[in-house]
């Protein structure tokens, strides 16, 4: 039996006696794809971010979100964090609870179909981007403190600890 190997792509298959075509995974050892690696938080500053269709000096509860350790929340609605996984050099998949603050306590702990999962890109430690299993998008970048409207000025300090 004579075996004639094929690439294409990364896969690799071989064509044997009787023209049968039989695929395999092109990846060796050195090229093997790197898995997620499971982190306990982003690697963002905390604090306050801003769409960037808007301005720090401008911003409002529409377009303006407070990270904290264990999610994102708006003025009229929060996403808990259930789970970050690294999938590259600037790639995240967030498993995450979303609701709004009047909305009843869900259960503890939260049942896995009612989690959502969002795919994020950090650029650098002060930015970055999102879209969820839902279709939702969001795009933000991170405002001192300082820089934002009176309504922002109040301590938050112990809400990014």
């Known amino acids: 039996m004579r075996a004639l190997a094929v690439r294409i792509l990364a896969i690799t298959g071989f064509v044997a006696a009787g023209g049968v075509l039989a695929l395999g995974s092109g990846l060796g050892a050195g090229e093997a794809e790197a898995q997620p690696k499971a982190i306990s938080e982003l690697p963002l500053e905390r604090g306050y971010y801003v769409r960037t269709d808007a ?6 509860n ?19 964090f259930h789970g970050i996984e690294q999938t590259g050099p600037t790639t995240f998949r967030v498993k995450h609870y979303c609701s709004e603050p ?14 959502t999962t969002a795919d ?3 650029k650098n430690r002060t ?26 000025q109040g301590s938050i300090a112990h809400l990014i600890k």
Do not use: N
């Open 102 to 115: 009047r909305a009843p306590a869900p259960p503890t702990p939260i049942p896995a179909d009612w989690l």
């Open 62 to 80: 529409a377009t303006a979100a407070l990270l904290r350790r264990e999610g994102l929340f708006w003025g009229s609605s929060f996403c808990t």
């Open 120 to 122: 994020w890109v950090i």
């Open 55 to 60: 301005t720090c000096a401008t911003a409002s």
């Open 127 to 152: 930015s970055f981007s999102f879209k969820d299993s839902e279709g939702w998008e969001h795009e933000a970048r991170y405002c001192a403190q300082k820089s934002m409207p009176a309504g922002f």
